[in-house]
């Protein structure tokens, strides 16, 4: 079967297994973001929240306190607050990366200005922590509390770590597993918190989010230098012109010679970048085999997510999140 049949697509599964509710999560979303006092906050935010994305996190969540057997209402709080929570992430990534384009369309930051952007998603960080208070669970609160203090401490860590090739591929696990994998890891966890979950369900989901996480960033690295735009939803080289270290970039640096080094240094360390550099550096990745090797390893760690799903009951979700899984790396395989 084509992945371009939508029945095929293990994330098109999951929403219809949990479209009632998503719908209750969208209801909420909704809700919660409007604000009596400052319309730009729903205009902002509608813009970034209905720009057709996958709602991948809240649905991880939801299914995974399903899967567990949890009736109750909070499975619904909890993925409306992961949810703004990496919205709010993505308004201030884009002020922060000066963006033009998410999701195909044009940044928040580029249709208002980088302080609407950057308040709005403070505003949803608070909405977050109001939202995930009404569970009444300390220990939801303090994994979504500490996911977001990982994710701002990967965001930062990135920052000093651009330009720099001295970044190695142990530096770059930590930021995409700060910047990404935490929130994954997070959406898993609480939703088997909320389930009242034994110990060791709880822990393999927290290993099955963190796994798919980093596969899906080292994916999306990757797609970087050879994804159609419409797939990526923001130009392809972006990550070189905006000079970013990535996998395949560290790899190839990595390996590189003394005229290949002083190639690097130029375009990433000193920003010098001309016509036809992308097409150089992207020749020099696939010379020294790193785009194949960024593959190998994105799937590797699709693989550990699907075994860290054993501890879990037999279920159709837990089905379906192994599929998705392999999803996330099949553009790549």
């Given at each position: 079967?084509?992945?371009?049949?939508?029945?095929?697509?293990?994330?098109d599964?999951?929403?219809?297994a949990l479209?009632?509710d998503?719908?209750?999560?969208?209801?909420l979303i909704r809700?919660r973001?409007a604000?009596?006092?400052a319309?730009?906050?729903p205009?902002?935010?509608?813009?970034l929240?209905?720009a057709?994305?996958?709602?991948?996190?809240?649905m991880?969540?939801?299914a995974a306190?399903?899967?567990?057997?949890?009736?109750?209402?909070?499975?619904?709080?909890l993925a409306?607050?992961?949810?703004?929570i990496?919205?709010a992430?993505?308004l201030?990534?884009?002020?922060?990366?000066?963006?033009?384009?998410?999701r195909?369309?044009?940044?928040?930051?580029?249709l208002w200005?980088?302080?609407?952007?950057?308040?709005?998603?403070?505003y949803l960080?608070?909405?977050?922590?109001q939202?995930?208070t009404?569970?009444d669970?300390?220990r939801?609160?303090?994994?979504?509390?500490n996911?977001?203090a990982?994710?701002?401490?990967?965001e930062?860590?990135q920052?000093?770590a651009?330009q720099?090739?001295?970044?190695t591929?142990?530096i770059?696990?930590?930021?995409?597993?700060?910047?990404?994998?935490?929130?994954?890891s997070?959406?898993t966890?609480?939703?088997?918190v909320i389930?009242?979950a034994?110990?060791?369900?709880?822990?393999?989901l927290?290993d099955?989010?963190?796994?798919l996480g980093?596969?899906?960033?080292?994916?999306?690295d990757?797609l970087?230098?050879?994804?159609?735009?419409?797939v990526?939803?923001?130009?392809v080289g972006d990550?070189f012109?905006?000079r970013?270290l990535?996998?395949?970039?560290?790899k190839?640096?990595?390996?590189?010679?003394a005229?290949?080094?002083?190639f690097?240094t130029?375009?990433i360390e000193?920003?010098?970048?001309a016509e036809?550099?992308?097409?150089?550096?992207?020749?020099?990745?696939?010379?020294?085999g790193?785009?194949?090797?960024?593959?190998?390893?994105?799937?590797a760690?699709?693989?550990?997510a699907?075994?860290?799903?054993a501890?879990?009951?037999a279920?159709?979700l837990r089905g379906?999140?192994?599929?998705?899984?392999?999803?996330v790396?099949a553009r790549?395989?």
């Open positions: 079967m084509s992945l371009d049949d939508k029945a095929a697509k293990p994330h599964r999951l929403a219809a479209a009632t998503m719908d209750a999560v969208n209801a809700d973001m604000s009596e006092h319309p730009r906050i205009e902002v935010t509608a813009h929240v209905e057709g994305g996958k709602r991948l996190r809240p991880l969540t939801l306190a399903r899967l567990l057997g949890y009736d109750g209402p909070y499975h619904v709080h409306a607050t992961v949810e703004f990496h919205t992430t993505l201030h990534d884009d002020v922060v990366d000066e963006s033009k384009q998410r195909g369309r044009p940044t928040a930051n580029l200005d980088n302080k609407s952007s950057v308040l709005v998603g403070d960080f608070a909405r977050s922590f939202l995930m009404e569970t669970n300390m939801v609160l303090n994994i979504l509390a996911a977001s990982v994710i701002a401490e990967g930062v860590l920052l000093t651009a720099d090739l001295g970044t591929e142990e770059y696990l930590k930021v995409i597993r700060g910047k990404t994998a935490a929130l994954f997070a959406a966890e609480v939703g088997g389930a009242g034994p110990e060791d369900q709880v822990r393999a927290f099955y989010g963190d796994a980093i596969a899906f960033q080292m994916v999306d990757l970087d230098y050879g994804g159609a735009t419409e990526i939803g923001k130009n990550d012109r905006e970013k990535t996998l395949p970039v560290i190839a640096i990595a390996r590189a010679d005229t290949e080094r002083a690097w130029r375009t000193k920003g010098q970048q036809g550099d992308l097409e150089q550096a992207m020749a020099l990745m696939r010379a020294h790193t785009l194949e090797a960024t593959r190998a390893e994105a799937i760690w699709a693989d550990r699907r075994a860290a799903l501890p879990l009951p279920h159709p379906m999140l192994d599929d998705l899984a392999d999803f790396v790549v395989r």
